[in-house]
Structures are given as structure tokens and as C-alpha cells.
T-cell receptor, first 114, second 112 residues
Framework: EAQVTQNPRYLITVTGKKLTVTCSQN?????MSWYRQDPGLGLRQIYY???????DKGDVPEGYKVSRKEKRNFPLILESPSPNQTSLYFC?????????????FGPGTRLTVT | DAKTTQPPSMDCAEGRAANLPCNHS???????VYWYRQIHSQGPQYIIH???NNETNEMASLIITEDRKSSTLILPHATLRDTAVYYC?????????????FGKGTKLSVIP
């Protein structure tokens, strides 16, 4: 089954404790992306990757890192999480970055930083 | 990308057609219209997209006006599982169009 998977689905952590949220897709997609969703602010893009070893900042990259060493994986790294990074995070992928290809989203990771 | 305007909420009776409007009066010639939906904090789900012509797939139909300044997403027989927030998004083709800009969308409630 074609899908985007994220782990963990739920995470509660403390300020400053490094964490990684994994994202994997099995569709051989070139493009992958991370979004965060907050009440009243909608979905905002954090980082995206056009292909292996090619990443770029989205609208809200501060406090996050990403890497793309393999085509299927695109982990999101929070080196020193802070409470303002409490959010619902979605990973997405598509065949390529441009139109007309649709993006497939993962199920989401709900992160709470205390 | 062009800005879109959608009603904040709509109701639809179960089994009836749900018609969700979207205004994109500043759309340019190379911009596509996309529809996604999000069911209660799940990941957004792609529904359909189009450029000029009307489109239909197994989920929905997309009707784009001739001047392309507005469109309507039609769910032909709405079910309770179609209750979700529906997002109309306009995306430009070509380099740089890599992200989806989600607005507030329309919250569709399907009523038994």
C-alpha cells in the first residue's frame, strides 16, 4: 500500500531534549516536505527536499533541522525543543515538487514540549 | 500563488450532493486549482485538481468557470465520513511552486 509513515505518532518531551521525528514513504517520490499545524495558523511548511541531499527552508524553519540521505526517508530533528514547538506535524511527499502532482500526507505526529 | 476565498462552514444532508465554492479571482493562466480535505487532525488528503476543464474522479467533480475566477467542488452523494475541512488551493506551475498554501478552508458538516 502506498503510504507516508511517521513515528512516533505522539510524543511528550521536555525543553532542550533533542528528538527526531521520522518520515518514510514507499512511493519512490522525489519531493518530501514537513509542515506544522497550529490552531488559527493553519498548515505552515517547515522544510522541504527536492531530492536526495537537496533540502531548503520553508516558511518556519527556525529551531528545526532535516536531512535527506535516502530517497525514502526525511527525518525532522529538533536539537533543543522549546514549548513553542508544541504542534501537530505532518510529513508529505509527491512525485516531484511542482504541479500537477498531488502531495500525500502522513498521519501526523502530535508533539508536546513542556 | 493566487489567494482563495471559501465560506467558513457549510452543512449538507447525508446522501445529497455537497457543493463547495471557491473564489480565486486573481488566478493566472498557469495556476492550477487543487482541493484537499482534512478529517479531524488527520493528514490532509488530496481530492482533485484542474487547470481549465472540468474534472471528475472517484471522489468528486471539479467545476471551473470559463473565466477561471471561481470553482466548485462537488461530492455527489455526501456521507457522514465526508465531514471534514475542505481546502481550495491555487498553485502555479513551474519552478518554485513547491509548497501548498493552506487557508482556513470550509468546514463541511454532513448531517444524518
Amino acid at each position: 500500500e502506498a503510504q507516508v509513515t511517521q513515528n512516533p505518532r505522539y510524543l511528550i518531551t521536555v525543553t532542550g531534549k533533542k528528538l527526531t521525528v521520522t518520515c518514510s514513504q514507499n512511493m519512490n517520490h522525489e519531493y518530501m516536505s514537513w509542515y506544522r499545524q497550529d490552531p488559527g495558523l493553519g498548515l505552515r511548511q517547515i522544510y522541504y527536499s527536492m531530492n536526495v541531499e537537496v533540502t531548503d527552508k520553508g516558511d518556519v524553519p527556525e529551531g528545526y533541522k532535516v536531512s535527506r540521505k535516502e530517497k525514502r526517508n526525511f527525518p525532522l530533528i529538533l536539537e533543543s525543543p522549546s514549548p513553542n514547538q508544541t504542534s501537530l506535524y505532518f510529513c508529505a511527499s509527491s512525485l516531484t515538487g511542482g504541479v500537477p502532482y498531488e502531495q500525500y500526507f502522513g498521519p501526523g505526529t502530535r508533539l508536546t514540549v513542556t | 500563488d493566487a489567494k482563495t476565498t471559501q465560506p467558513p462552514s457549510m452543512d449538507c444532508a447525508e446522501g445529497r450532493a455537497a457543493n463547495l465554492p471557491c473564489n480565486h479571482s486573481t488566478i493566472s493562466g498557469n495556476e492550477y486549482v487543487y482541493w484537499y480535505r482534512q478529517i479531524h487532525s488527520q493528514g490532509p488528503q488530496y481530492i482533485i485538481h484542474g487547470l481549465k476543464n472540468n474534472e471528475t474522479n472517484e471522489m468528486a467533480s471539479l467545476i471551473i468557470t470559463e473565466d477561471r475566477k471561481s470553482s466548485t467542488l462537488i461530492l455527489p452523494h455526501a456521507t457522514l465520513r465526508d465531514t471534514a475541512v475542505y481546502y481550495c488551493i491555487v498553485r502555479e506551475s513551474g519552478a518554485g511552486s513547491y509548497q501548498l498554501t493552506f487557508g482556513k478552508g470550509t468546514k463541511l458538516s454532513v448531517i444524518p
